[in-house]
């Protein structure tokens, strides 16, 4: 039987899919299971023992989408599950015999054949997703979203962390100060500060980290120069990839950040989160998991209002370094 699950993009998303790919592969365990994702993403699920193949869809290139209606057709695959919405099209097109999925529009929802029953909207994205396989009668536990690195990959990171005065020894703590947009991020000058406070109480090694972009870079190499120690400090933005960067998650005690990709890349390496939320609603896009520290105004009537931009952003200002250090400690 051969079976491909859909989710290309966004990075937080595919880290979320994650547990769908282990709960398919444990429901259908002699299948040969395969999974569309774009380049951005595909490191990812990279080295997930659970997957037979891993295909790319080359998203914005010439023709890119009739080459992969092209595809999906000659693999001739038998079971399509899609937990990308923009994908039901794609996903019909194919002419897989068995098609599941969901779209909130009607006119898309029927080029599934497998659809559920009802749909939440409201919950946690995973839950969406287990939503979405209804019509398939997976049971059992939930596994935990997971990135599965190599011992190589591990080594690289820590031998560059010891080279850097960093042992396993160390208060290791990991800064993601920019997101996807400005809506989403912690004011600059609470991490300044919250990073002072965690330097002089507890000697603590910080790791910024941070996309190659103009903007992200900017506001990395301000938060580096305010902190000034470097010995304390170490700045890895824009020299990381995805996979990189997880490596060099994983060593961190705490990994603070907004709401956006990293974050569920840290906890998905087994990294307790420490996440800021405004605009975004945590119950439908946080990390998963019980250990995590999530800080909000619950306070607000504007809260969770999924504005990219925002001229006030009480939502973020708030929330005061002193609060997150007292959770922390």
């Not at 994205?125 to 990135?147: H, V």
Request: glycine fraction near 6%; hydrophobic fraction near 40%; include cysteine.
């Amino acid at each position: 039987m051969k079976i491909l699950l859909i989710r290309y993009s966004a990075i937080g998303d595919v880290v979320l899919a994650t547990p769908i790919i282990e709960l398919l592969k444990k429901r259908f365990p002699k299948s040969n299971l395969s999974m569309l994702v774009s380049l951005t993403t595909c490191p990812i699920v990279e080295k997930n023992p659970f997957l037979d193949r891993i295909i790319i869809y080359e998203r914005g290139k010439c023709f890119s989408y009739l080459k992969c209606v092209k595809l999906l057709r000659k693999e001739r695959f038998d079971l399509i599950i899609s937990l990308q919405w923009k994908a039901s099209l794609l996903t019909f097109l194919s002419r897989a015999k068995y098609r599941v999925g969901f779209h909130r529009s009607l006119r898309y929802r029927y080029l599934y054949n497998l659809r559920p029953g009802k749909w939440h909207p409201e919950k946690h994205a995973l839950y969406r997703y287990l939503n979405t396989i209804e019509p398939l009668k997976i049971e059992g536990k939930i596994p935990e979203p997971k990135i599965y690195l190599s011992p190589e990959e591990e080594d690289a990171a820590k031998k560059l962390l010891q080279e850097k005065g960093i042992s396993r020894e160390d208060f290791l703590v990991g800064f993601n100060p920019a997101a996807g947009y400005p809506a989403k991020e912690w004011p600059l000058k609470y991490y300044i500060q919250l990073g002072k406070k965690l330097i002089k109480e507890y000697n603590a090694k910080i790791i910024i980290f941070g996309k190659g972009g103009k903007r992200s870079s900017a506001i990395c190499y301000q938060l580096e120069i305010a902190l000034a120690t470097p010995e304390n400090v170490l700045s890895l933005a824009g020299k990381t990839n995805l996979r990189q960067l997880a490596a060099f998650a994983k060593h961190c005690r705490l990994f603070i950040t907004g709401d956006t990709g990293p974050i569920h890349i840290a906890a998905a390496v087994g990294t307790r989160v420490v996440a800021f939320f405004g605009s975004t609603n945590p119950k439908k896009s946080g990390p998963w998991g019980e250990k995590h520290i999530i800080l909000e105004d619950k306070s607000l009537s504007c809260l969770h209002c999924y504005k990219r931009e925002c001229r006030k952003m009480d939502c973020m200002k708030n929330i005061a370094p002193e609060k997150v250090l007292e959770r922390i400690q």
